[in-house]
């Protein structure tokens, strides 16, 4: 379980350290810094896969991504006695994220390459550091694998470091290039919890969404991002998944309704949806958004292969306020299996979390002269201990 995520200077997270736990629920207002949270837990999953650079491109490369703000803000600033200005930077530019889990951390800082007035590729950032080590807290004795630039060192059983420094591309994470179980398990061990993890958000529902088509189904105990295989992903559930808390989740929702798949002959998956009153069952095409929805997070959070942490950005969108109750007992339910990281805006279905378990704590986000910080936080001392590694 991830204990510590840290973020500093993406967009307006310009030094945010947050604790999760098991069921942890962000939120805030409008503007608050929800999304970028959100982006930044996809950015640093990227990574695992050779995809930040590319993930930071579509952003609009690393410039545009960066804290816009100053470097520092006085008390004078922050008092209201001074008006906000630009200072000299004394730290390198750079996009910092990381994270502390049950056994390991990682963190990575990306910054501007070297200007080459040849290459087309100026934009493109280069790891500055990168290191993975054991504990809750980055120390020089428990790092495990440290990479300065394109140089990666690694730790040998006895304790002392090996030898042999590898090189690798600046463009390319160690946890891509330099997985190799034989010379550094550990940071294999991190590329693979990373890639386990999971995220939904905004599924399609319209008339053409994915979800709403006939399709040939298989075995799936993982849901499509965009939701096309929900049939089988259901019956998935049916067969070798929880199908009691199925069940339970449908007539939580839907008070005498029912659901059920069908298998024809050519293999292809259709929902039928069999609701109280009516003589015959709908399928996907004929269900309203915010069933069709609900029906994806079923799925999604039920799921029979459940992930090492799974992210929900804005489930509460399309859904009627009296399905949220419901919502937040499926949530509740899948937390039982997995950690669970909630992004919303809708109080009531935080507070519909809160009723539902004990064991979920809230993270109310917050802008403090454009920078996204922790409301009611009682300090930078008291926040989770966290140390970046130093270029």
Same mark, same amino acid.
């Given at each position: 379980?991830?204990?510590?995520?840290?973020?500093?200077?993406?967009?307006?997270?310009?030094?945010?350290?947050?604790?999760?736990?098991?069921?942890?629920?962000?939120?805030?207002?409008?503007?608050?810094?929800?999304?970028?949270?959100?982006?930044?837990?996809?950015?640093?999953?990227?990574?695992?896969?050779?995809?930040?650079?590319?993930?930071?491109? +579509?952003?609009?490369?690393?410039?545009?991504?960066?804290?816009?703000?100053?470097?520092?803000?006085?008390?004078?600033?922050?008092?209201? +006695?001074?008006?906000?200005?630009?200072?000299?930077?004394?730290?390198?530019?750079?996009?910092?994220?990381?994270?502390?889990?049950?056994?390991?951390?990682?963190?990575?800082?990306?910054?501007?390459?070297?200007?080459?007035?040849?290459?087309?590729?100026?934009?493109?950032?280069?790891?500055?550091?990168?290191?993975?080590?054991?504990?809750?807290?980055?120390?020089?004795?428990?790092?495990?694998?440290? %990479?300065?630039?394109?140089?990666?060192?690694?730790?040998?059983?006895?304790?002392?470091?090996?030898?042999?420094?590898? +090189?690798?591309?600046?463009?390319?994470?160690?946890?891509?290039?330099?997985?190799?179980?034989?010379?550094?398990?550990?940071?294999?061990?991190? %590329?693979?919890?990373?890639?386990?993890? %999971?995220?939904?958000?905004?599924?399609?529902?319209?008339?053409?969404?994915?979800? %709403?088509?006939?399709?040939?189904?298989?075995?799936?105990?993982?849901?499509?991002?965009?939701?096309?295989?929900?049939?089988?992903?259901?019956?998935?559930?049916?067969?070798?998944?929880?199908?009691?808390?199925?069940?339970?989740?449908?007539?939580?929702?839907?008070?005498?309704?029912?659901?059920?798949?069908?298998?024809?002959?050519?293999?292809?998956?259709?929902?039928?949806?069999?609701?109280?009153?009516?003589?015959?069952?709908?399928?996907?095409?004929?269900?309203?958004?915010?069933?069709?929805?609900?029906?994806?997070?079923?799925?999604?959070?039920?799921?029979?292969?459940?992930?090492?942490?799974?992210?929900?950005?804005?489930?509460?969108?399309?859904? =009627?306020?009296?399905?949220?109750?419901?919502?937040?007992?499926?949530?509740?339910?899948?937390?039982?299996?997995?950690?669970?990281?909630?992004?919303? =805006?809708?109080?009531?279905?935080?507070?519909?979390?809160?009723?539902?378990?004990?064991?979920?704590?809230?993270?109310?986000?917050?802008?403090?002269?454009?920078?996204?910080?922790?409301?009611?936080?009682?300090?930078?001392?008291?926040?989770?201990?966290? =140390?970046?590694?130093?270029?």
């Amino acid at each position: 379980m991830l204990t510590t995520l840290a973020v500093e200077n993406y967009r307006s997270l310009r030094d945010l350290v947050l604790p999760l736990s098991r069921l942890t629920v962000v939120t805030g207002a409008n503007g608050s810094g929800k999304s970028n949270l959100y982006r930044a837990l996809r950015l640093l999953a990227d990574t695992s896969r050779s995809g930040a650079v590319a993930a930071l491109a +579509r952003e609009g490369g690393l410039p545009s991504t960066l804290w816009a703000g100053p470097e520092k803000v006085g008390r004078a600033v922050r008092e209201g +006695r001074t008006p906000l200005q630009g200072t000299t930077r004394s730290k390198p530019v750079g996009l910092r994220l990381g994270f502390t889990g049950d056994d390991f951390g990682y963190a990575l800082d990306l910054g501007i390459p070297p200007q080459d007035e040849k290459s087309a590729f100026n934009r493109d950032p280069e790891f500055k550091r990168e290191c993975v080590w054991s504990g809750s807290v980055l120390r020089d004795k428990a790092l495990l694998a440290d %990479r300065a630039g394109p140089m990666v060192r690694t730790r040998e059983q006895s304790g002392a470091w090996g030898a042999e420094a590898y +090189r690798i591309a600046p463009t390319d994470s160690m946890l891509t290039s330099f997985a190799d179980p034989r010379v550094s398990p550990e940071v294999l061990v991190v %590329r693979e919890q990373i890639r386990s993890r %999971r995220f939904y958000d905004h599924f399609r529902t319209d008339a053409e969404a994915p979800a %709403r088509q006939v399709r040939v189904g298989t075995r799936t105990p993982v849901l499509d991002h965009d939701g096309a295989d929900l049939p089988a992903a259901l019956r998935t559930i049916e067969e070798i998944g929880d199908s009691d808390a199925l069940h339970t989740a449908i007539d939580n929702a839907f008070p005498g309704s029912r659901l059920s798949v069908r298998s024809g002959d050519d293999g292809r998956f259709e929902l039928e949806f069999h609701q109280h009153g009516l003589l015959r069952p709908l399928s996907a095409a004929e269900l309203s958004d915010g069933t069709l929805r609900y029906l994806l997070w079923v799925a999604a959070l039920l799921s029979s292969r459940p992930p090492q942490l799974l992210v929900l950005n804005e489930p509460e969108t399309s859904l =009627h306020p009296s399905l949220l109750p419901a919502l937040a007992t499926l949530i509740a339910t899948a937390a039982e299996r997995t950690q669970v990281v909630v992004v919303t =805006h809708a109080r009531d279905l935080v507070r519909a979390v809160e009723a539902s378990t004990d064991d979920a704590s809230l993270l109310e986000l917050e802008k403090e002269l454009g920078a996204t910080v922790l409301a009611d936080a009682p300090g930078i001392l008291d926040r989770p201990p966290w =140390h970046w590694p130093k270029r």
